[in-house]
């Protein structure tokens, strides 16, 4: 599977940024979809999934009622929408695939990575 981030960018605080994820080479239909944010030096860090049922969804703490990530399978695409942004949420977001199909929160449950797009939030 390979799998494409887009959608990053510069923003100010309080606006917001809706990231893609398209992916290629299994029905997208089978795959939960994750996505993980990561700041140098540190690890990755769950922010949102979605599981290969679509109503199965799981969110950070940090993001509950300002993300919305969801899914569109006749497009093998699914979608991080950032509102509310803050300049904590700062990083390079990655997208990843898991062949599981449960909206897991757990990095090395993920079978496939995207390249990341990265998000600067200025005060």
């Known amino acids: 599977v390979q799998l494409q981030a887009s959608g990053g960018g510069l923003v100010q605080a309080g606006g917001s940024l809706r990231l893609s994820c398209t992916a290629s080479?299994?029905?997208?239909?089978?795959?939960?979809v994750g996505w993980f944010s990561q700041t140098p030096g540190k690890e990755r860090k769950f922010v949102a999934a979605?599981?290969?049922?679509?109503?199965?969804?799981n969110y950070a703490d940090s993001v509950k009622g300002r993300f919305t990530v969801s899914r569109d399978d006749a497009k093998n695409t699914a979608y991080l929408q950032m509102n509310d942004l803050r300049p904590e949420d700062t990083a390079v977001y990655y997208c990843?695939?898991?062949?599981?199909?449960?909206?897991?929160?757990?990095?090395?449950?993920?079978?496939?990575w995207g390249q990341g797009t990265l998000v600067t939030v200025s005060s």
């Open positions: 990843a695939a898991d062949l599981g199909g449960w909206a897991t929160e757990t990095a090395s449950d993920y079978d496939w």
């Open positions: 979605i599981a290969k049922n679509g109503p199965t969804i």
């Open positions: 080479g299994r029905p997208f239909g089978h795959l939960a």
